[in-house]
Each structure stands twice: as structure tokens, then as C-alpha cells.
């Protein structure tokens, strides 16, 4: 009943009942606010709004914080390319902002023949891609990490960590500070194409003004979970963004080593066992936080649902442990406690081949002005400075 009477109401919205903003960017995720950072430098009002009640409270706050180097994924696409400059603008901006973040290097580490396969063929990748990376033999590995098994290593020595949160408030401190407005408890609710603009129907969380009705030239939907939801609002349902655009949901657990066991297995980078060949996750992988803490995850539990972030299902833990074991043998069951859980948004299917990101003006589909950044999972974070410069190109 809402999308119908949203929809209803929208249409009676009036011309000077309207907000008049020149962006909207819908989605206060890492990727909005740098997208909505931006644009905000640009002349004219930038909005960005969120749904909930405060920014990044759902992928952006619930992953590794992981600075990628940008190794895993196709040469020609969108991923590599945002992956491998985001990663240099977030780095030269952690500096010019004071952001806590470590550039404390990855091991891709390989047990037995077909691994080790593998590994020699990401280092000619990463020399195709001119990033750094070299394998060192399990000898050496062992002597830098002498609980890490492994009989090679690729070594990434531009992977890196960040404090995501510190990260978005000196995004949404930019967007401020340059006129941009951020709105939380603002949820999208209806849209449409309307006189060379977008009309767009928000509610507002206020019961004396419940509803409030934007006009935008320009909107950017980078609604994360919701982004395939927002996008449909657009269009009829036999629509090819009905499918095209189909997000599914990768439910992923986090680890936590406890202070016990943190104190007798110290490791001084991260670790990944090599990934799956569709890549669907990069595996039950070690990362460190900045203040040392080890954890590992994320497991993969694809759900229907993109708000249950309930910690029940997924792997046996005795199962979590014996992908760790195998590449830190030390860990037990004992020592992981269930730290928390996110959700990625997918275009990849399950069992699907992979899938690149989606980062696309809609004039080809009748909607000029109409952004849509969809299946932005990881690398994201790490990307997001590059896909909010690519998004003001695209745009400007």
C-alpha cells in the first residue's frame, strides 16, 4: 500500500511544494558520501539522504576495512580500474585528513601444486596491472610468520587498513563544509521522470511533515542493499532493469580471535587463502584492526533477505576453524567468539560467473541525469574516491 499511495501522492505533488536541489545522491554509504563530497564542490546545492539514522550502518560499517591493492579481478574491469586508483586516493587523502590507517601489506598464501599454479599466475597479473607483488617461497614465509603455513606466498605490499568510520566523517565534514546538506532518517519512497528532472518522494521520520517531495536534474543512486529497489521505482515491471539490475544477498560472519589467544598467535599482516575461481569471496581470510585485533571471515550465506544481520546460520564453527587451519593451524574453536555479521549486495548469482560493478548514466535508457551505481561490494570502500571522481566526469 505505501509504493501506491507514495506514488499517488508524488504525482500530486506541486511544482513550489517541491525541494529544488541540483544533486541528490541517494545513499549515505561510503560510496554516497564520496560521491556526494564530489558533487558538492561543483556549483549549485548537492543532498544526500539516508534512510537510516545516521551514516554508513550497513556495508560500509560491516566489513574488513581493507585498503585493497586491486589484484583479484579482470584487467579491463571497472573493479581493477576504481580498485587500483581508489586505493591511491585513499591513501593521499588518509594523510591529508589525519585518518588512522596502516599499510601493513597481504600474503595470498598457497598449499599444494594447483595453489601455487595459481599464485604464479595473480603475480603475472598484478605485473600486468603494474601492481606490486612478489611470491616468497614457504621457507621465507616462515621465518617472517612462523605460525602462517604456506608453501609460497604472494606478498601485496600496497593492502592496507583504515578506520572506515574515520573515513566517512571526513567525508560528510567535506560535503558540509562545501555547502553539501546530509539528510539521515530520510527514506525514498517513490520517483519518477518528470519534466526534464526527477520528482522524488521522501519520507522524513518528522510526524509533522511526514513526507517531503524533491525535484533533482541529477540523482546518483548509490543505495547500497536497496540500490536495485531505488532503480525499479523508475521504470515499469517488465522492465530489463527488473533483472539486469537483480541484487542477491551474500550474508558474511566475522571472528574474533580472543586477548588469549591473540597474545600467543601474533601475525603482523594479513592473510588470504586463494579465493574461489568465481570469486564470490576471497575466502575465510585474517585481518588485523588498528589496534592488532585478529579476526577472520567473512563466510558466505546467500539469504533473501538484506536486514537480518542475525549471527544464526552459516558455517559450523568447526568448520570456520579448519579454513583457518589452513593457513594458521594454532587457531582452535575455543579461541573465536562471533565478533559481527554483513551483508554484501551481489550481481553475481549464486553459483554465477563473476560480475563487475555497475556505474552507469541512464541516457541509453531514456533517463539522462539518472546515475546508478549497483552490485557495489567489495572493493568499494577501497574504490569509492575513484567511482565519486568517475561519477562527476560522467556527469560533468
Not at 100 to 121: I, P, T
Request: charged fraction near 20%.
Amino acid at each position: 500500500m505505501l509504493a501506491t499511495s507514495a506514488s499517488e501522492r508524488l504525482a500530486q505533488c506541486k511544482d513550489e511544494d517541491l525541494t529544488m536541489v541540483d544533486h541528490l545522491v541517494i545513499g549515505a554509504g561510503v560510496v554516497g558520501l564520496a560521491v556526494g563530497r564530489q558533487l558538492a564542490q561543483r556549483s549549485g546545492s548537492t543532498l544526500v539522504v539516508d534512510k537510516n539514522r545516521q551514516f554508513g550502518m550497513e556495508t560500509s560499517s560491516r566489513n574488513s576495512e581493507v585498503i585493497h591493492a586491486g589484484i583479484y579481478y579482470p584487467k579491463d574491469s571497472l573493479r581493477t580500474k576504481v580498485c587500483i586508483e581508489g586505493k591511491h586516493r585513499l591513501y593521499a587523502y588518509c594523510q591529508q585528513q589525519g585518518i588512522s590507517h596502516q599499510r601493513v601489506g597481504k600474503w595470498v598464501v598457497a598449499q599444494g601444486a594447483e595453489q601455487l599454479e595459481y599464485l604464479h599466475a595473480l603475480r603475472r597479473h598484478c605485473a600486468e596491472l603494474s601492481v606490486p607483488a612478489e611470491i616468497i617461497s614457504g621457507t621465507v614465509a616462515q621465518e617472517e610468520e612462523p605460525l602462517v603455513r604456506a608453501d609460497a606466498a604472494l606478498v601485496s605490499p600496497t593492502t592496507g587498513i583504515v578506520d572506515s568510520h574515520e573515513f566517512m566523517s571526513a567525508m560528510l565534514r567535506d560535503l558540509a563544509d562545501s555547502g553539501g546538506t546530509f539528510a539521515p532518517n530520510t527514506s525514498v519512497v517513490a520517483m519518477q521522470r518528470d519534466q526534464g528532472s526527477y520528482k522524488v518522494l521522501v519520507t522524513t521520520g518528522d510526524p509533522e511533515t511526514p513526507f517531503m517531495g524533491i525535484r533533482a536534474p541529477v540523482v546518483v543512486n548509490a543505495a547500497g542493499l536497496w540500490a536495485d529497489r531505488i532503480a525499479n521505482m523508475l521504470v515499469p515491471d517488465s522492465h530489463p532493469w527488473r533483472e539486469q539490475y537483480r541484487l542477491h544477498f551474500a550474508k558474511g560472519r566475522y571472528y574474533v580471535l580472543d586477548a588469549g589467544a591473540s597474545a600467543r598467535l601474533r601475525v603482523r599482516r594479513l592473510v588470504y587463502p586463494v579465493p574461489d575461481k568465481n570469486i564470490v569471496s576471497l575466502g575465510t581470510h585474517l585481518t588485523l584492526d588498528l589496534a592488532g585485533t585478529i579476526r577472520f571471515g567473512p563466510d558466505v550465506e546467500w539469504t533473501a533477505s538484506n536486514t537480518n544481520y542475525a549471527p544464526g546460520g552459516g558455517a559450523p564453527i568447526d568448520e570456520v576453524v579448519r579454513a583457518i587451519n589452513a593457513y594458521l593451524p594454532a587457531v582452535r574453536s575455543e579461541d573465536l567468539s562471533l565478533g559481527y555479521t554483513g551483508i554484501r549486495p551481489k550481481l553475481q548469482r549464486p553459483g554465477g560467473a563473476f560480475c563487475d560493478f555497475v556505474i552507469r548514466e541512464e541516457s541509453d535508457a531514456g533517463m539522462p541525469g539518472f546515475v546508478n551505481l549497483i552490485g557495489l561490494e567489495s572493493p568499494g570502500l577501497t574504490s569509492s574516491l575513484a567511482i565519486a571522481a568517475m561519477v562527476d566526469k560522467i556527469l560533468h
